[in-house]
């Protein structure tokens, strides 16, 4: 059995950085992705960035390019996600997923992952 956990959410000001962090425990693939997800009150769970463990693969939102970055932490099955220069855009419940495939397989979307975290919240204020 699979099981995700997210920390590291918290509260900022506009123009400060975060940094969450994700493992997972049960995947038995010698490469698999781990991806960050967020959502807002309101709207559809969002893509912001993702990542093949071992691999070395990432891939941003839009929104996510030139401020996050997700990163492995090593050899384990933990990934991070620097969040830089924050707004209150970036307000939200982040969510990490993983699944079995290489991220690049397929479109970066909620509906491909099965396994997911409870979310961690993230609030920046102006």
């Known amino acids: 059995q699979v099981h995700v956990v997210e920390s590291g959410g918290g509260s900022v000001q506009a123009g400060g950085s975060l940094t969450l962090s994700c493992t997972e425990s049960g995947m038995i693939a010698s490469s698999y992705c781990m991806a960050w997800f967020r959502q807002s009150p309101g709207k559809e769970r969002e893509p912001v960035a993702e990542?093949?463990?071992?691999?070395?693969?990432?891939r941003y939102a839009d929104s996510a390019k030139g401020r996050f970055t997700i990163t492995q932490d090593g050899d384990k099955p933990t990934i991070r996600l620097k969040m830089d220069r924050l707004t209150a855009e970036d307000t939200g419940t982040y969510y990490c997923?993983?699944?079995?495939?290489?991220?690049?397989?397929?479109?970066?979307?909620?509906?491909?992952?099965?396994?997911w975290g409870q979310g961690t919240g993230v609030a920046i204020s102006s």
């Open positions: 990542i093949t463990i071992h691999r070395g693969y990432t």
């Open positions: 997923a993983v699944d079995w495939f290489n991220c690049d397989r397929f479109t970066f979307r909620a509906a491909g992952f099965e396994h």
